[in-house]
């Protein structure tokens, strides 16, 4: 059975959580996490590129083949979720010019597809990530978050492959 490697990316502008796993079958294991924190200071075009050279580091350290994002979502302020936005970009091209399939993920989803629940909260999504992922010891937060958009990739991953070679039976 072929391992998959999918990193799981969280998008933001202050602490941008990353963390891979391996996924074999029914398997997952955890492999790494972090956050990338760019210089708040800077100018954001400086804080896009750092997230944008951070990822395509990690990337090439990983060597994952897939990729998970979380989906923006807006809340009270349109400029905050426009700069969001500008982050996923940086985060999902990094992974795209790395050649990397990538999977957007709404919040809700994730947490549902972890948890049970969409409305879970973050201490329930790391509890649930470090239950699913031994030795992850992840605490509750952006890496935490990342994890189980990675989770959450890696059984869409394989939910969308099962239907595909359904399909190609019924229709071949």
């Keep these: 059975m072929s391992t998959t490697r999918i990193i799981g ?39 896009l590129h750092f997230i944008f050279d951070a990822l395509i580091t990690l990337i090439g350290e990983f060597q994952p083949s897939e990729a998970g994002v979380e989906d923006a979502f807006m809340k009270d302020n349109a400029m905050s979720a426009l700069k969001l936005g500008q982050a996923r970009a940086a985060c999902i091209l990094a992974a795209t010019s790395n050649g990397l399939n990538v999977g957007e993920y709404a919040a809700r989803l994730v947490k549902k597809s972890v948890v049970g629940t969409g409305a879970a909260d973050k201490a329930q999504v790391a509890h649930m990530v470090n239950l699913l992922l031994s030795g992850a010891n992840v605490k509750a937060g952006d890496a935490a978050d990342a994890l ?24 071949g």
Excluded: F, Q, Y
Excluded at 18 to 35: E, L
Excluded at 163 to 170: D, G, L, P, Y
């Design 9 to 47: 990316i969280d998008p933001s502008l202050v602490a941008c959580g990353w963390g891979v796993i391996d996924k074999s079958g029914n398997k997952i294991t955890h492999v790494a996490h972090g956050v990338i924190r760019p210089p708040r200071k800077e100018p954001l075009p400086s804080r």
């Design 148 to 171: 189980a958009i990675a989770i959450t990739h890696g059984n869409h991953m394989t939910a969308t492959l099962t239907r595909t070679v359904e399909a190609a039976r019924t229709h």
